[in-house]
């Protein structure tokens, strides 16, 4: 008799693994929504950023780097890459390693991997939340509502707890509790900084290329390039989403405007501008944005832009120039999950083996965003599910001998 296969979440890791495992078996996806895909349609601006010509245990955090390690393998780019090409969809490698969709649609990832699935026969359940497992001498019976199901092999691929408007609630934790899985603290992550408002609220909407490191005391936690966003809650933007993860209370931030020159070298600048404008906003023009130069001056001298420049004493040049180079704000949180685009904590990778199975229940496989891995802005977190789906198809076709 072919061996039931049931896969629970129809994202990026339950499709891989759908299209990866071979014929033979009966292979269902049970789905919660009406459809699968729809956080994959969302990422990379809807382009899909499949995955990162650098991907490797140094873009993704967790406790337990030794299993990253062997999870990942010698070449899980080529392999990534390879799965897609074998579906006949075609791929750019563009900025900073990000692998995109020739034809720049998330769509057309998520239709590859539908049509793959349909054409090996895998059936879909829509609108069935599974909300229990149980271990029978049957295999596994699945509950939804008043409707059931039995499995030989359980895939969990349900995702974390980040963008539960697309399905992914945290109930795959629940799952896997059931079973004696413990769950390393869920947080948001890849999500936008709540901060002092009084210096961002007026930059509402505006965008800069800064460094920016995160402080705890005189520690430095972290440290990212990049570009920011300032909003009326804080600031967004990757160089500030890639800090979420390292946040820890009493955190604050440091903004350099001027990443590529000296504090000595932007003093001058400034005296010099002193010597030539008629404003204090007009100083720092050719070093930061108009109205981010505004924002400096209440913020550090608490003076009115219009201001003239001939009363900024040596001292407020000094000031601004540390301001330049080091504006300082307190970090109050992170907005909540309906804006994180990953999850960061979840399953130890100490629970499973590097093929994905449950080391406390055979015949268990655990994947993707639901494991204890995060990793950042770029395409690693979607490399990081197709590697994990398609180590637990692999291993469930070996044991099958299925081809």
């Keep these: 008799m072919n061996k039931r296969i049931a896969i629970i979440g129809g994202g990026a890791a339950g499709l891989a693994a759908a299209c990866a495992l071979g014929k033979g078996s009966d292979i269902t996806i049970y789905e919660r929504n009406d459809r699968v895909g729809k956080k994959l349609l969302s990422t990379g601006n809807g382009r899909c950023n499949i995955v990162n010509t650098n991907l490797s245990p140094k873009q993704l955090h967790s406790k337990n780097n030794e299993m990253v390690s062997e999870i990942l393998g010698t070449s899980p780019v080529s392999e ?20 995109y969709p020739l034809c720049n649609q998330a769509s057309a990832v998520l239709d590859v991997l539908r049509y793959e699935a349909c054409e090996k026969g895998v059936n879909f359940r829509y609108n069935f939340c599974v909300t229990d497992i149980k271990k029978t001498t049957d295999g ?10 039995i499995a030989d092999i359980v895939i969990l691929a349900c995702g974390g707890m980040a963008a539960p408007k697309t399905g992914s609630d945290g109930i795959g934790y629940n ?24 210096f961002t609220a007026p930059l509402k909407g505006i965008r800069c290329k800064v460094a920016v490191k995160l402080v705890a005391g005189k520690d430095v936690i972290t440290s990212e390039s990049g570009e920011i966003q300032f909003a009326d809650y804080g600031i967004s933007g990757i160089a500030a989403m890639q800090l979420s993860r390292h946040l820890a209370k009493g955190c604050r931030i440091i903004i350099d405007f001027a990443e590529l020159y000296n504090e000595d070298y932007i003093l001058y600048r400034l005296k010099e501008a002193v010597k030539k404008y008629r404003e204090a906003q007009d100083i720092m023009t050719g070093i930061v944005q108009k109205r981010v130069a505004q924002s400096i001056l209440k913020h550090t001298l608490a003076i009115a832009p219009s201001t003239p420049a001939g009363k900024l004493s040596e001292q407020d040049l000094n000031k601004l120039t540390k301001a330049i180079k080091g504006l300082e704000l307190d970090i109050n949180g992170t907005l909540k999950w309906d804006n994180a685009q990953i999850t960061s904590g979840g399953i130890p990778l100490s629970e499973i083996t590097s093929s994905m199975e449950s080391k406390l229940v055979k015949n268990l496989y655990i994947t993707g965003e639901m494991l204890d891995c995060d990793g950042e802005c770029g395409g690693y977190n979607l490399g990081w599910a197709w590697i994990c789906a398609l180590r637990a198809a692999n291993s469930i076709n070996k044991e099958l001998s299925l081809c």
């Design 80 to 99: 990534i890459m390879t799965f897609f090409e074998n579906l006949g969809l075609l791929m750019r490698i563009e900025y900073e390693g990000r692998v």
């Design 140 to 149: 596994f019976m699945l509950k939804s509502g008043n409707e059931s199901a």
């Design 175 to 198: 799952l896997a509790k059931a079973f004696g899985h413990s769950i390393n603290n869920p947080l948001p992550a890849l999500v936008a900084l709540k901060s002092d408002t009084s």
